[in-house]
């Protein structure tokens, strides 16, 4: 599952979800843009830094050097194949790969070179069923589908879209819940409920120990008072 924040992160630890995967899918779910092609020069520093685990690469058999370099370092790397959301627009938006016989055959060739190059999974996003099956079958690590269909070893969502959080999901998605629309009215309400002075009530305001609240009071009625003896004197 994705989280973006300690929030949704911790939801998902909570929920005992294997991994939580911080994707750049939050370039459009968080942060409102129309793509997730972002630059990649803060990846190191996300392995310093930011203490993740492993890092997630896309790309088929161009990216296996790359691969290779890392993990014989001992960087642990997620392949990613089918369609890649930062190379989408060259692959003619975000579109099924692999619907053809040569397409398909060219994608188990990448998952083979990236399983040969040292990936410890793969994710296999907006593939055919049958094709993303034969890709998990043939090889000895796990693919984690992305609308690739029930024979991946396990399945990955983005969370903002399972939740129902950000409108129009693709077809590969279950909403699980419609949470928007239920933010969408609490928020309505808090905006009535500050207009009507109906919140905060009581409950939600902290009091004063009653002496201490008459003294106060004292010394309001008395600051009026001289208040009202300095405007006098301005007026004459």
């Known amino acids: 599952m994705t989280a973006h924040d300690y929030p949704t992160g911790t939801l998902v630890d909570k929920a005992g979800i294997d991994m939580t ?11 409102g ?12 520093r996300m392995l310093k830094e930011g203490k993740v685990e492993a890092v997630k690469l896309e790309g088929g058999k161009e990216m296996a050097p790359t691969i290779a370099q890392l993990t014989k370092v001992g960087i ?10 930062q190379r989408q627009a060259s692959l003619g938006g975000y579109k099924v790969q692999g619907k053809s016989v040569a397409k398909a055959r ?3 060739d990448d998952a083979i070179a990236l399983q040969e190059a040292g990936c410890y999974a793969i994710v296999l996003e907006a593939v055919p069923a049958p ?26 969502l983005v969370q903002q879209d399972m939740l129902g959080l950000y409108g129009r999901v693709p077809r590969f998605c279950k909403t699980y819940r419609a949470l928007a629309d239920d933010i969408v009215g609490a928020l309505k309400e808090f905006s ?6 109906a919140f905060p009530a009581d409950e939600h305001t902290y009091p004063m120990p009653q002496e201490e609240l008459s003294r106060f009071l004292q010394f309001m009625s008395a600051d009026k008072v001289v208040a009202e003896k300095a405007r006098i004197a301005d007026n004459q």
């Open 192 to 197: 009535a409920d500050v207009k009507s002075r």
């Open 131 to 156: 094709v993303a099956t034969h890709i998990t079958n043939v090889l000895s690590i796990p693919t984690i589908g992305i609308g690739a269909g029930a024979g991946c070893s396990g399945q990955v």
């Open 33 to 44: 843009y129309t793509s997730t092609s972002e630059a990649v020069n803060n990846a190191v």
């Open 21 to 31: 995967l911080v994707g750049d899918s939050l370039a459009m779910v968080a942060l």
């Open 76 to 85: 642990p790397v997620l392949g990613h194949i089918g369609l890649t959301p």
């Open 106 to 108: 060219a994608m188990i």
